[in-house]
């Protein structure tokens, strides 16, 4: 005989094609425990051409998750397949968060939330710059450009290769978002408080152009969303030239809060003991 308490265990997951590198279960899988709470989070892999049947389970009750967070490459779909974005994803045009509600399906998007929630608590007082420079121009910075716009930085420099997709960003967030090329950032520096790089430099060991942070107004924060290494290569400049650093890992820990409140009903905390976990993880994984 089954147990009539089954009814009541939520069951989320984190879709991406491929996923099974996600760390997304680890802080789930520790939250559940922590808070004592019965259910699951899992890793559940979903190819491109079978994402919208996977969203139409979903809908109907039919995959036996009541919602889940959603990764590369299907955050842009799983905003418009979904039946009731929030403004944050219609803003953006994608979702990383999934619930849902009377066989409605939910979306947001918590990514601008765990950026900002990162640099809150490891860096007291970031917000209180005019000026922020954003390296790289891919979809990573749409949802960090949206949180520090939406945090009252009044001048947000989009630094980029190719200007004309920082314009696109421009164009989308409005008039505090400028773009600006490459051979520009000394220039735009000069001013500015916060310094988040966006882009892949630096990542697994991978080599970071020489950046001088001096320039900078005294105090200022650099902050990198890369946490593989965890102090990367454009930390480790910021840091010898005496600037504030915040790495990347609290984003990856602080936006995955709120999905867990929707799914299992209490909000939880990022912890000490949380941020070792996923550090041994990467560790492990080198």
């Known amino acids: 005989m089954r147990d009539s308490r089954e009814t009541f265990v939520n069951h989320a997951f984190v879709t991406g094609y491929p996923v099974k590198h996600s760390r997304s279960p680890l802080i789930h899988g520790y939250w559940l425990k922590q808070l004592g709470l019965e259910g699951s989070y899992r890793a559940h892999e979903v190819a491109p051409e079978d994402f919208p049947t996977f969203i139409a389970s979903l809908r109907s009750g039919q995959s036996g998750f009541i919602g889940g967070n959603v990764t590369i490459p299907h955050k842009e779909t799983a905003y418009a397949l979904a ?35 990162n640099l809150d608590e490891r860096s007291v007082g970031w917000d209180r710059c005019d000026t922020a420079i954003v390296l790289g121009a891919g979809g990573a ?33 409005g008039p505090a978002v400028h773009a600006q090329p490459m051979q520009a950032l000394p220039e735009v520096m000069l001013d500015a ?35 593989v290494p965890l102090k990367t290569p454009i930390l480790q400049q910021a840091e010898a030239q005496g600037h504030r650093i915040v790495d990347g890992l609290g984003m990856l820990l602080h936006q995955a809060a709120p999905g867990f409140e929707k799914w299992f009903g209490k909000r939880p905390e990022v912890d000490a003991t949380l941020r070792q976990i996923i550090i041994d993880d990467m560790a492990r994984h080198a």
Do not use: C
């Not at 910075?141 to 947000?156: E, F, H, L, Y």
């Not at 916060?194 to 001096?214: H, Q, V």
């Open 193 to 227: 408080g916060l310094f988040i790089n966006t882009t892949s430099l630096g990542m697994d060991g991978s080599e970071a152009p020489d950046i001088d942070f001096t320039v900078m107004r005294p105090g200022s924060v650099v902050t990198d969303i890369v946490y």
């Open 83 to 117: 039946d009731r974005p929030d403004e944050l994803s219609t803003e953006l045009g994608a979702s990383n968060t999934l619930w849902v509600e009377g066989g409605v399906v939910h979306a947001t998007n918590t990514d601008g939330y765990g950026f900002t929630a």
């Open 141 to 173: 910075s749409r949802a960090v450009i949206q949180a520090v716009r939406d945090r009252g930085v009044k001048t947000i420099h989009v630094v980029n290769r190719t200007q004309a997709r920082a314009q696109e960003l421009a164009e989308r967030f």
